[in-house]
């Protein structure tokens, strides 16, 4: 099985490495901005609040070269104009949170951006490889909720039900991160970064795996475990699009 699924992983980068057009303006900006965007996410929801503040500096900074470059982009559409403001108004309500110390009102504010470049991204029909995790994850959440400070004897036939069918979405959501065809090197991921977010396909279909087993046999204490796994091998191939500070 492991074999089978490191071969399979092959696969898709072989044909990940056949994507033959350049990446659109839009979205060579926005692989540079997560760069900077994702680690000041995730820090958030991590221990060390000198990092998260650096992270966050380093994303504004960031994100004043991508609105230079974009926010005159689509003269005359009043909605592109209004997801910068919603932005920037996010990126206050975050730097203010952090310097109260208030790093899980930060990382909501933070979230507003990932959704809203998502939906903008998503609306003029561009293929984007992050917006494909970020899918995957409304669903990934909805799991590891579903489950949630649950003793093992509480998870009962209807959770087993509502699990399976959330399931079910995922691995198609799962199928579509792993079967997009894109380049890598546009992305700017190479050496370690490309390494992890492989390896983190691999752990993730291991994961999904092991939740639908425990699913399948309607065993509660193997599906407290298995759904919270879920989410950390999602969070490394998310990550990987991200250059986080030392």
Known sequence: MRSLRLALTALVWLAAGAAAAALPPLLEDSAMLDRSYIPALMLTNAKDPARAQAAQEAY????????ARQRGARPGDAGWAKMFDAIEKANGEARAAIAAGKMS???????????????????????YQPDLL??????????????QGKEPAAIGAADVATLRRQLAEARVLWQAVKSARWDPA?????????????????????????????????????????APAIKPPFAKAYAAFGVFPQ
């Open 134 to 147: 970020t899918d995957f994850h409304a669903t990934m959440e909805l799991i590891v909720a579903t489950a």
């Open 60 to 67: 504004e900074k960031a994100w004043s070269a991508f609105a």
């Open 105 to 127: 009102d930060a990382h909501n504010a933070q979230e507003v951006v990932r959704h809203l470049l998502w939906h903008e991204r998503r609306a003029m029909g561009l293929a």
């Open 186 to 226: 546009e992305y700017g991921l190479d050496g370690a970064r490309l390494d992890a977010y492989r390896a983190a396909l691999v752990a993730e279909d291991k994961a999904l795996d092991e939740l639908a087993a425990a699913v399948d046999a309607g065993d509660g204490g193997r599906i407290a475990n298995a």
